[in-house]
């Protein structure tokens, strides 16, 4: 018996994110010591597994997510990165990563992908570096068949 790997998984997802949401500079299959200067940042973390019962039709099992999008905060209402600006790279983002979850389901890994729940933005300073960065989390469930 096979039993499907959440690392697996983790790894499919962030090469298709990384094909999906062009914006994005880095795509972290993992959490990074030091997210730098750069942004659009992706940051994929495991969350945790269900594993149901083994039935006569097989097993159907399930992994959590986060995706964290990090964007660099704006510093002032004019100029070339403006308030309205930063606003729109943390929209871009996410609606790239919707449309890369509206074309992936039943890709050859897994049999569903979706939001496990809304999404939630956070502006702070989230690391070491001190750069004020807008943080969207979201909560992803992915079932595959194994």
């Given at each position: 018996m096979t039993v499907a790997s959440r690392a697996t998984i983790r790894t499919a997802l962030a090469s298709l994110i990384t094909a999906y949401v062009t914006s994005a500079q880095i795509v972290y299959d993992h959490e990074p010591g030091d997210l730098g200067s750069d942004s659009p940042i992706i940051v994929l973390a495991s969350q945790?597994?269900?594993?149901?019962?083994l039935t006569f039709q097989g097993?159907?099992?399930?992994?959590?997510?986060?995706?964290?999008?990090?964007?660099l905060a704006a510093e002032s209402?004019?100029?070339?990165?403006?308030?309205s600006a930063s606003a729109t790279?943390?929209?871009s983002c996410e609606a790239?990563?919707?449309a890369?979850?509206?074309?992936?389901?039943?890709?050859?890994?897994?049999?569903q992908i979706r939001y496990a729940g809304p999404s939630q933005i956070d502006f702070g300073i989230f690391g070491a570096?001190?750069?004020?960065?807008?943080?969207?989390?979201?909560?992803?469930r992915i079932t595959l068949f194994s």
């Open positions: 945790g597994s269900d594993r149901p019962p097993n159907q099992s399930a992994f959590s997510f986060t995706v964290d999008i990090y964007t209402a004019s100029g070339a990165y403006s308030y790279v943390v929209d790239q990563f919707a890369l979850i509206a074309a992936s389901q039943e890709n050859g890994f897994w049999s570096d001190a750069i004020p960065r807008f943080r969207e989390r979201i909560p992803l």
